[in-house]
């Protein structure tokens, strides 16, 4: 690495200096990692890596062509020795990320996010190498640092810490399952510190808790959502921004129009007219929370008209849950309609593929109660490990971290690591991370570009971008075993390191014995005997067959001994906190997901489904509502919980549900590069903290509000400000 | 957007064929005619794929490690390639960005194109300069008269 | 005042006409002086769009066409001033015509000269702009024959070239005359642009012969023009636009402006130029009986045009109808419907209230009117495209607005070179016709 | 005008490029529009331009709302250029910047694009975009660009190519091993992107491909035939 610190980047020289620099000085090339006869102009190659813009685990196809910048260099030749030169360097570059068509997640499709991930490749206010703070913690005020001398600084802060109180090391991570969070967790194991915690909105705790106390499954379960004929789907906007989007939009392709003859028919129930809504057949305008309560009202229904064919195979004590409930005010809870309700529920029960897809987009304090209310209404139908129904998820080939109480964490932590993981945009503020912060002995970062947690860190070892280093990615939903590999094609742009390499370097600092996993210690044990790693890598990873050793062969149901008793199963009304007339209910962008992507310029500019909102996001607020405070699409609002207050563009959403404001994530980023800083609001920064019983998961749909006209504003940037086709000139 | 009112400035005058100045004197004739060295020797994709390429410096210096160390030019060869750079040669085919062309020689060198046809008489040629003056006009002109397609989507997109 | 200026005396005429040539007022060099910093600071905003490209307008997409079109239609219209006027005149022999046509056949020419440029102006790469010309080049490329730009390039280009020999043919006996002026450099001018004119029969006759037919030839040119003009909207498939009519439509209007700025001129020119015994009252008298039919002709076309869109009642059509009478545009239209209708048939339908000043109050507001008339047919279709979620606003930017004061400033620039440097009445034309009569 | 030759002078019949839609397929995810970005080396503007309606798509997801709560229904349907075989732009530029190939397609050339504007204006679908300025890449950001696409300077107007690129080289590809074309193998990159695989791509003169085959589908529609411009995309309905 310190060979590359010869060079620094030219940060200001744009594409037109690179065009228009021909015949000048900086004319002269020099060839670095990649030789120049390898890269022929016009010739593209194509390697196999994964898209970690979600932790979904796409397989990806990378296209490299050659590419060019200028860089400084100091030169070595004898009579300019010292001196710095300007050189145009000619490099192998990313310029296309596709699905990769052999990978199960992706089947070669790719969503608008892992389109974009080359963006924050090549995003220019990535990090150029390691920083250390100058200022004041929180300051964002940074000043270069050699890797040698940062590594040195960093050990020796961990090894104080580490001696005084080593279970107050926070490791603070995402909830993906890859080589580079499995390093993670093996280094807390080396220096003793605790397993690294999950700070993310999008962890699919609710979902994963659910499938052990209902199906006593591992992971995530596996929906075969391409056989079903009838999907009733609640809660999860499975095509936009739930578990594995590109996923699920394949299956759902398929299952609409890939039978001849046969065209599933998808009801949605949720609290929003998410993307999901908009394409089912039909939609049901769910209270927010009542998604137990709807499911307990669907068991129910199904029970009393004799549509559950596998009624038996649920416990006695579960069955006899769902005839006691309280049908009538069940249904008063989910504010549906009774007549549409029950008609809904009779497609499903008569249709000869029904499915049950349940998650929770918007997590409440009963979102748990929900998915096992639908997996055991998934029973009554005979779903469980069924064709068209719902599978069991394979053995992880990376075990996911599963914590998700960051927030306890960091409270008593001395010294803090940040990987992957940005808390302050991430949790509210009555979650106290700024507090933690700084607060803390010892704040370490591995960010690509100055966000808000890492603005706060004493010490910035930039990580690799992960399409700049080797990398397995455990996809977060397959039935079968499966793992994406990427290898290290392109020559890292700056001075960075990858995370393994980087924690490695830390524990040798430590005096600690710590070695990473790397992608190939972790498949081959998995692998089927015929197949060889190398196939592995040219082909960008594995899914294995079922049947191999390596995969246990699915239960059959074991789901019906799973629902333990009728006391796990109970539906518990979902509470929020606060006292305002609105629920605030946070989503994640299908653009900008939960915030992470918010520095990518083709993501801001990529219409919001919703509002078609670019560079900005707007609180959604439904008509009646609207006009009743005297708002308009555009006028500044404030909503204010009991924790704090946010101003916010509104638009007028037809389909919003009466009294929730919708709200989706990605705005409100104070430091995340020029296209993110400074813009829009973050709806999680007022959440009260409210969690997930069950999980520990923050409840982010648990809030009350107030919202108040603040007056009219510019910040609703719309691509297409019509939200109807006919216009009403058009008729006399 | 400036830079194209001057040239809208200058269309009048008429551009005479550029001379580069190129850092070492690369006689084509000497390794043509004498080394017998092909084309495609050197300019490794010239028949397959859209560009020719120009040699890096190690492949210059995969003979002249040893041959003809002595010459001036040789010498100012094996400077470069000990400062790690790469020898600033000047191009003297291609096109302006602002014109938009793709160009691939694969087709061109599969529909029997001789080389000489766009390059002129390089075996005689002393130096590396432009003997031959590219405009639309040659391109689509040939087209014709060999009934290639003459689309403008053919080179423009 | 003298109802017949042809029975003064030639000398006193001469005198009369030839005086503006020679003296400047203060209120001249200041109107000049302010005209033309107008004229630069135009200059320098179109400077400032070339360099940063067009961005710096309020256009957008859709709205791709804005306040450069509508300027480029007004002012082409403004260029029937001259040549239908004075040509249609000299055609009939209509004796009052006299002191009119070439303070008319100057606006027409100076029109042309900045409307045309705004063609050129709009252009997202201006410097390219002759790749409309047809000229044989290396790149074996030829404009679109079938794109009417290229038509409107033609026609223009023929009617500037017209209108100037249309313009210049009466002014040679003018200016053999003034060749014996005081001044070298205006001596030189003016003989060199006397070709030598010795008065003979055979020069009378060729001219006579020439003006005849260039007139003839002029006001196909001229209604020619317009209808092409109208044919870069109707030959599009917008709402609105696509309308058989607009050739008429367009002709019709650009005659009606074009008397809203003569009747200006020729009060301008009587007021500063004391020219009261030449443009008397009966001058105004007949312009404003011409405009008054112009006034109604012109609502005649506008009523066809909206009414049968309204009872046609397609959907796409009336989004833009709507956005006209009763959206984002109706203050306009309802404002122009005043000032081209309402205001011209009150104020010079009724004799009592006609007179050179209700004329020129009417043509101020015509002027205004037909301006917004084409900012009506521009912009109001562009934003309300055919596919809803294509809509947009638009409003000018300061670069749009300042090159659009600008282009006022130069034809009133022009218009005040040129009073000082040619008699803005034909002289020859009040010269008695015997020879003996003559001093 | 180009006289308009084969490309391929082996084949008998020129290859008629065309698309279809499923719109009940389609998400609205806009996978389509930033896969568009990235293939295309589309400028990105800023929240000053956007506000101005400077934003710079070929490739737009319309979203339309249709009644009221609770009975709201949405409507997306990607919008592209329709590459319509009468194509209202193309009579309209005075320079034959845009015109129609052999292959069907509408090209756009942008070196010789003066920016009239004239075609935007007579394109019923507006999915003609201007480049309002030189498009700013920061660096490293050029190294994505595709060099298979041109950069567009300051004043041009572009719009979807159908990916030409990638077109030219699978013919590219395919007349080097002298066979032709097979049904799906070229694939812009939108098709490619789309997850619910709602868009299909492929040769319409080939009675026997994929989109000719889903074209002639009892859902097939296409947007604004009424007014004769004869587009190549196709929309299969949503099914009711």
Same mark, same amino acid.
């Given at each position: 690495m310190e060979r590359r610190n010869f060079f620094k980047i030219l940060s200001t020289a744009s594409a037109g200096a690179v065009a228009t620099s021909c015949g000048t000085s900086t004319d002269a090339l020099i060839p670095l990692l990649v030789p120049e006869q390898d890269l022929i102009p016009g010739v593209e190659y194509w390697h196999p890596s994964v898209c970690t813009a979600c932790p979904s685990g796409c397989g990806v196809l990378a296209r490299v062509m050659d590419g060019e910048r200028i860089i400084e260099r100091i030169s070595v030749e004898r009579s300019t020795a010292g001196k710095t030169e300007k050189l145009r360097q000619r490099l192998a570059a990313i310029k296309k990320l596709e699905g990769n +068509?052999? *990978?199960?997640?992706s089947g070669g499709r790719l969503c608008a996010r892992g389109q974009a991930s080359v963006q924050s490749l090549y995003n220019p206010d990535r990090l150029r190498g390691p920083m250390k703070r100058s200022g004041v913690r929180g300051e964002a005020t940074f000043q270069p640092i050699s890797w040698k001398q940062a590594i040195a600084e960093a050990s020796d802060q961990l090894l104080k810490i580490k001696a005084e109180a080593a279970d107050r090391i926070a490791i603070v991570t995402g909830p993906g399952a890859n080589t580079r969070t499995l390093a993670l967790r093996g280094f807390a194991k080396a220096i003793g510190a605790p397993e690294p915690v999950v700070c993310s909105v999008a962890s699919w705790a609710a979902e994963r808790k659910a499938a052990e106390l209902a199906l006593n499954w591992q992971g995530l379960p596996f929906y *075969?959502?391409?056989?079903?004929?009838h999907i009733l789907s609640v809660g999860a906007d499975f095509l936009g921004g739930w578990i594995s989007p590109v996923h699920y939009a394949r299956q759902f392709g398929a299952f609409r129009q890939a039978r001849t003859e046969i065209r599933g028919y998808l009801a949605h129930a949720e609290s929003r007219l998410s993307i999901t809504a908009s394409a089912a057949d039909q939609w049901l305008p769910l209270k927010p929370g009542s998604e137990a309560q709807f499911l307990a009202a669907v068991g129910r229904i199904l029970l009393d008209l004799n549509l559950a064919p596998k009624a038996s195979s649920v416990p006695a004590g579960v069955l006899a849950a769902f005839r006691g409930f309280d049908l009538a005010a069940l249904i008063a809870a989910t504010g549906i309609d009774e007549r549409r309700l029950r008609q809904a529920v009779e497609q499903l029960g008569r249709s000869e593929g029904p499915l049950v897809l349940a998650g929770a987009s918007s997590i409440h304090t009963n979102s748990v109660d929900a998915i096992i209310a639908s997996h055991c209404v998934n029973m009554m139908l005979g779903n469980i490990g069924a064709p068209g129904g719902i599978l069991p998820p394979a053995k992880a080939a990376i075990e996911p971290l599963t914590n998700p109480r960051f927030a306890e964490a960091l409270s008593q932590a001395r010294a803090i690591i940040l990987d992957e993981a940005n808390p302050l945009y991430t949790a509210p503020k009555s979650a106290h991370i700024k507090e933690a912060l700084t607060k803390a002995g010892f704040v370490l970062s591995f960010a690509t570009t100055l966000d808000d947690s890492a603005a706060w860190a004493d010490l910035i070892l930039p990580a690799h971008h992960s399409l700049e280093g080797e990398l397995a990615v455990a996809p977060s939903t397959a039935s079968r075993v499966s793992l994406a590999v990427g290898g290290a094609f392109v020559q890292p742009l700056y001075e960075t390191q990858a995370v393994p390499a980087t924690l490695a370097a830390l524990a040798a600092g430590m005096n600690v014995t710590f070695q990473p996993a790397t992608a190939k210690e972790i498949a081959e044990p998995l692998l089927p005997k015929d197949l060889p790693w190398e196939t592995v890598v040219r082909e960008g990873g594995f899914h294995a067959d079922p049947g191999l050793p390596s995969v246990p062969a699915p239960k059959s149901k074991p789901a019906a001994k799973a629902v333990s008793s009728p006391a796990t199963f109970s539906v518990n009304p979902a509470k929020f906190e606060g006292d305002g007339p609105f629920l605030l209910q946070p989503y994640l962008s299908p653009q900008l997901h939960d915030g992470s992507l918010s520095n990518l310029p083709w993501l801001q500019e990529c +219409? *919001? +489904?919703? !509002? !078609?909102?670019?560079?900005s996001l707007p609180v959604e607020i439904d008509p009646v509502t609207a006009q009743k405070l005297g708002i308009a699409s555009g006028d500044n609002v404030k909503l204010e919980s009991a924790t704090g207050s946010i101003t916010v563009p509104a638009y007028i959403h037809p389909g919003a549900v009466p009294g929730v404001l919708s709200m989706a994530l990605g705005g409100g980023h104070q430091h995340f590069g020029r296209y993110a800083s400074g813009r829009g609001a973050n709806p999680l920064e007022i959440l009260a903290l409210a969690h997930e019983p069950a999980t520990g998961d923050l409840a982010t749909g648990a809030t009350r509000v107030r919202l108040t006209r603040i007056g009219p504003g510019k910040d609703l940037i719309q691509y297409s400000a019509e939200d109807k086709e006919e216009r009403p000139h058009a008729h006399r | 957007m400036k830079l194209h009112f001057l040239l809208f400035l200058a269309v009048t005058v008429s551009v005479p064929a550029v001379r580069a100045e190129q850092p070492i004197l690369f006689p084509h004739s000497t390794h043509i005619n004498?080394?017998?060295?092909?084309?495609?020797?050197?300019?490794?994709?010239?028949?397959?794929?859209?560009a020719a390429t120009i040699p890096g410096i190690r492949k210059c210096m995969l003979c002249h490690a040893k041959v003809a160390t002595d010459k001036p030019e040789i010498k100012k060869l094996a400077a470069i390639a000990a400062s790690g750079r790469e020898i600033p040669w000047q191009r003297v085919y291609g096109f302006e960005k602002a014109a938009a062309v793709k160009f691939r020689h694969g087709p061109h060198a599969r529909h029997k194109v001789p080389c000489a046809t766009c390059h002129g008489d390089m075996p005689n040629a002393i130096t590396a300069q432009p003997l031959v003056k590219h405009n639309m006009g040659t391109c689509i002109t040939c087209h014709r008269q060999n009934n290639a397609s003459d689309d403008c989507a053919t080179c423009h997109y | 005042m003298a109802e017949h200026p042809e029975l003064l005396p030639y000398g006193i005429i001469r005198e009369d006409l030839f005086r503006p040539l020679s003296r400047a007022g203060s209120k001249w060099w200041f109107t000049v002086t302010v005209c033309f910093l107008l004229v630069l600071a135009g200059l320098a905003a179109w400077g400032v769009q070339l360099r940063d490209g067009l961005g710096v307008t309020g256009l957008n997409r859709p709205v791709f066409w804005g306040l450069y079109i509508v300027d480029f239609v007004f002012w082409i219209g403004i260029s029937h001033a001259g040549t239908l006027i004075s040509a249609i005149l000299r055609l009939t022999d209509a004796a009052w015509r006299k002191p009119v046509t070439r303070a008319a056949e100057a606006i027409t020419l100076f029109a042309l000269m900045i409307g045309g440029l705004f063609p050129i102006i709009h252009l997202g790469r201006a410097w390219f702009f002759y790749w409309l010309i047809p000229y044989p080049n290396a790149r074996l490329m030829w404009p679109n024959f079938r794109s009417p730009l290229v038509w409107d390039l033609v026609a223009i280009l023929t009617y500037v070239t017209g209108s100037a020999i249309y313009l210049y043919l009466p002014l040679i006996p003018d200016m053999a005359q003034l060749g014996?002026?005081?001044?070298p450099w205006r001596r030189k001018l003016y003989t060199t642009l006397s070709l030598g004119w010795t008065g003979s029969d055979r020069e009378w006759h060729a001219l006579e012969m020439a003006m005849k037919l260039n007139a003839v030839i002029i006001l196909a040119i001229a209604i020619s023009v317009h209808t092409v003009v109208a044919w870069d909207f109707s030959m599009s498939i917008a709402p609105t636009w696509h309308s058989t009519m607009f050739g008429p439509y367009f002709v019709v209007g650009a005659i009606f402006s074009g008397i809203g700025a003569l009747i200006i001129v020729m009060a301008t020119l009587r007021r500063t130029l004391h020219l009261e015994n030449y443009l008397i009252k009966r001058h105004f008298d007949n312009m404003s009986k011409l405009m008054l039919t112009m006034s109604l002709l012109w609502f005649y076309f506008t009523m066809s045009e909206h009414i049968t869109i309204w009872y046609g009642n397609e959907p796409k059509e009336m989004g833009v109808f709507g956005q006209r009478t009763r959206g984002d545009y109706a203050f306009w239209f309802w404002t122009m419907v005043v000032v081209n209708f309402v205001i011209p048939v009150t104020l010079l339908g009724i004799k009592k209230l006609r007179s050179i000043t209700t004329a020129v109050i009417a043509s101020f507001g015509v002027l205004i009117g037909m301006w917004l008339e084409r900012y009506l047919i521009v912009v109001p279709t562009l934003v309300t495209p055919r596919l809803a979620s294509a809509t947009s606003v638009y409003s000018p930017s300061w670069v749009e607005l300042m090159i659009t004061v600008a282009t006022f400033a130069a034809m009133i620039l022009l218009y005040l070179l040129f009073a000082r440097l040619f008699p803005i009445i034909a002289v020859w034309e009040y010269k008695p016709h015997s020879p003996e009569e003559e001093d | 005008m180009p006289t308009g030759k084969e490309t391929h002078t082996d084949q008998a019949k020129p290859h008629r490029w065309g698309m279809v839609v499923d719109l009940d397929r389609c998400t609205g995810c806009e996978a389509c529009v930033v896969a568009c970005h990235a293939e295309n080396n589309i400028a990105v503007s800023n929240p000053e331009e956007a506000a101005r309606g400077r934003v710079n798509h070929w490739l737009r997801v319309d979203r339309y709302y249709e009644g009221q709560f609770p009975d709201v229904k949405v409507k997306y349907r990607p919008v592209l250029c329709q590459h319509c075989d009468e194509a209202p732009c193309e009579p309209v530029c005075p320079v034959n910047a845009t015109y129609h190939n052999p292959e069907g397609l509408n090209v756009q050339v942008y070196n010789r694009c003066v920016g009239t504007f004239y075609c935007a204006n007579n394109c019923p679908y507006t999915v003609r975009s201007f480049n309002w300025f030189d498009p700013q890449w920061p660096e490293p950001m050029q190294l994505q660009h595709n060099p298979d696409v041109s950069l567009r300077p300051g004043g041009v107007m572009e719009k979807c190519t159908f990916c030409i690129q990638r077109i030219k080289r699978v013919e590219e590809s395919a007349d080097a091993g002298s066979r032709p074309v097979a049904d799906g193998e070229v694939q812009p990159a939108c098709v490619q992107s789309c997850p619910a695989e709602a868009m299909v791509f492929g040769d319409l003169n080939d009675p026997d491909s994929k989109v000719s085959r889903l074209a002639g589908d009892g859902r097939a529609t296409k947007l604004m035939e009424e007014l004769g411009t004869k587009p190549k995309v196709v929309y299969l309905d949503r099914a009711r």
């Open positions: +068509p052999l *990978d199960h997640v *075969d959502v391409t056989n079903a004929r +219409p *919001d +489904p919703a !509002s !078609s909102a670019v560079w | 004498k080394v017998h060295l092909k084309c495609i020797d050197c300019h490794i994709s010239a028949d397959t794929r859209d | 014996a002026h005081n001044k | -």
